[in-house]
């Protein structure tokens, strides 16, 4: 299946994913957009409004479980207890566990799981552990697999698009979308990226 890259403001954004979710021919869905927190905290919600979504895998990148920790609450707007790599527990009335991709760059993972989760990527895709990487996405058996992009302001996430069924941009750069403040943000990243003689990736 080829990626169908399609860009979104929040309703029909949720409206889309969910439909993406629900549908058996798309496995791996990449989720872009300027503005991080936002993605997790829908991401979560949509997967917490469909009741086939109860277990799931948070794949987490290269960084450490407290940080991973601190990022979810931010975007969650709710408190996650203190985990270790081994614990289960709830996120939005759903089961998640966490595990390191690294450790799954040559076995099949998630057979049991209704989605994982990578967050974040946007590291591992300049490094040279890329293509380990990619092994760890093909390995990903879990019957929905969501791979969610930080710090999103360059092509560098182009790179995953061939292991991917489809994209989805989240697009709350307008004012009173989500929060008011994303729009004055917006406008200091594109003016910041303009300096350097750069444009924004969408």
């Known amino acids: 299946m080829s990626n169908r890259i399609e860009k979104f403001e929040l309703k029909e954004f949720i409206k889309r994913f969910k439909e993406l979710l629900l549908d058996k021919e798309t ?9 991080d ?6 991401v979560f ?4 409004d469909l ?3 109860n277990k799931g ?4 990148g290269n960084t450490t479980v407290p940080y991973e920790r601190q990022f979810l609450e931010k975007g969650l707007r709710e408190v996650v207890p203190k985990f270790n790599l081994r614990d289960s527990f709830n996120v939005y009335e759903m089961i998640i566990n966490f595990v390191q991709w690294k450790r799954n760059i040559d076995l099949p993972f998630g057979f049991d799981k209704d989605f994982a ?3 974040p990527v946007q590291s591992v895709l300049d490094g040279k552990d890329f293509p380990k990487f990619c092994a760890t996405i093909k390995n990903a ?7 969610i992009t930080t710090n999103d302001f360059n092509n560098t996430a182009e790179k995953l698009y061939p292991y ?6 989240l697009d709350t750069t307008r004012v009173n979308e989500v929060n008011e403040e994303h729009e004055k943000t917006y406008k200091v990243i594109q003016s910041n990226l303009q300096a350097d003689h750069k444009v924004l990736p969408y």
């Open 141 to 147: 058996k879990a019957k929905k697999n969501i791979l």
């Open 27 to 35: 496995n791996r869905i990449l989720i872009r957009g300027y503005f």
């Open 51 to 53: 009741e086939e979504f």
């Open 117 to 119: 989760l990578f967050h």
């Open 57 to 60: 895998t948070v794949v987490i």
């Open 45 to 48: 919600s949509c997967l917490y």
């Open 164 to 169: 991917i069924d489809a994209t989805l941009i």
């Open 37 to 42: 927190d936002d993605k997790l905290l829908l």
